[in-house]
C-alpha cells in the first residue's frame, strides 16, 4: 500500500502510549500500526505550506519568500517576549497576531534530555510536551497573552536551559527530575508582571512514547538528498519516526515535503 502527500507535524493522542497519526490531503496513516514493519519513504517534490508551490522549503513548511511574508513564521513565533498584540502594534498581521497572542500561554518546564524551559499556548498543553519528546513536564505560570509568556522564559532561562538535546533525547538517555521542585526553585525569578499567575499546587504530567527500540547512535535522515529510504520502524518519539538501524526522521523539520510512503 502506497500514501502520497505533502508532510506535516504528526497529530498526536494523549494516551499510553501516545498515538500519532500522518494526515495527507486524502490519506489518514496511524502510524502506530506500522511499529516493526519496513516502510520506504521517497521524496516526491516540495509544497509550501502557504502558497502551495512547488518550491524549495526554506524554513517552518515555507517557501523562502512565505517565510518572510506570513504571520506564521514572524520572530514572534520562536521569541514569545517579541509579541506586540497586547499594545495593538502590528508586526505581520494584526488580526492574526491578537488571534494567537492575546490568549491563555503556559510557561513550563520539560524533560526530555534535561530540564528546558518553555513557551506554550495552554491550548498546546500536552501536545507541545508530546512534540517535544518530553517524558515529564508541569506547568510553572498561565498567563493571559504571549508577551507575559516570553519575558517570564527569558528571566528563567537564566537559571534552567531551553534547549533539547534531540540525540540525548531519542537514545532515552534521560533521568528522571522532581519537577515540582525545579518549579518551586524558580518561583523567585518569575517577573513582578507575571507573579500573579504563578501555579504552585499542580503535579508533573508523564508521557508514555510508542518505542520498541532505542537508537545507539542516530543518525538524521536528509530525504531530499537520500531521495529514497528504506527501514524497520521501531519507534516514534517526539516529531520522530525511529528505525531500527539507528536512522531517525524528523517529520516536523520535513514539514512542506511531499513523500511516497509505502509499507512492504
Known amino acids: 500500500m502506497t500514501y502520497q502527500g505533502v508532510l506535516t507535524k504528526m497529530t498526536t493522542e494523549f494516551t499510553e502510549p501516545i498515538q500519532y497519526y500522518l494526515i495527507f ?74 488571534r494567537v497572542q492575546l490568549q491563555p500561554h503556559i510557561v513550563y518546564l520539560a524533560n526530555s534530555s534535561n530540564v528546558k524551559v518553555g513557551v506554550t499556548r495552554k491550548s498546546q498543553v500536552p501536545t507541545r510536551w508530546i512534540d517535544q519528546g518530553a517524558h515529564e513536564a508541569i506547568e510553572i505560570v498561565e498567563v493571559p497573552n504571549r508577551y507575559l509568556a516570553g519575558i517570564t522564559e527569558i528571566a528563567l532561562k ?54 520498541h527500540h532505542y537508537p545507539i547512535k542516530p543518525k538524521s535522515l536528509n530525504l531530499v538528498k537520500t531521495e529514497s529510504y528504506s527501514g524497520k520502524l521501531v519507534g516514534i518519539k517526539g516529531q520522530y519516526l525511529i528505525f531500527e538501524d539507528d536512522t531517525v526522521f524528523n517529520i516536523r523539520s520535513n514539514e512542506g515535503l511531499v513523500v511516497k510512503l509505502s509499507m512492504a
Open 158 to 211: 537564566d537559571f534552567v536551559a531551553d534547549k533539547t538535546n534531540w540525540r540525548n533525547m531519542l537514545k532515552n538517555d534521560i533521568k528522571d527530575e522532581n519537577l515540582v521542585e525545579w518549579r518551586n526553585r524558580l518561583e523567585v525569578y518569575i517577573p513582578e508582571e507575571a507573579k500573579a499567575y504563578y501555579i504552585a499546587n499542580n503535579t508533573e504530567t508523564h508521557i508514555m512514547f510508542p518505542v
Open 25 to 98: 490531503e486524502n490519506d489518514f496513516i496511524h502510524i502506530n500500526q506500522l511499529l516493526d514493519k519496513t516502510i520506504q519513504l521517497e521524496f516526491v517534490g516540495y509544497q509550501c505550506l502557504s502558497c502551495g508551490l512547488n518550491k524549495p522549503i526554506y524554513r517552518q513548511g515555507f517557501c523562502k519568500s512565505c517565510f518572510f511574508d506570513v504571520p506564521q513564521a514572524a520572530d514572534w513565533i520562536i521569541k514569545p517576549e517579541l509579541s506586540k498584540a497586547h499594545l495593538d502594534q502590528e508586526e505581520r498581521d494584526l488580526d492574526y497576531e491578537k
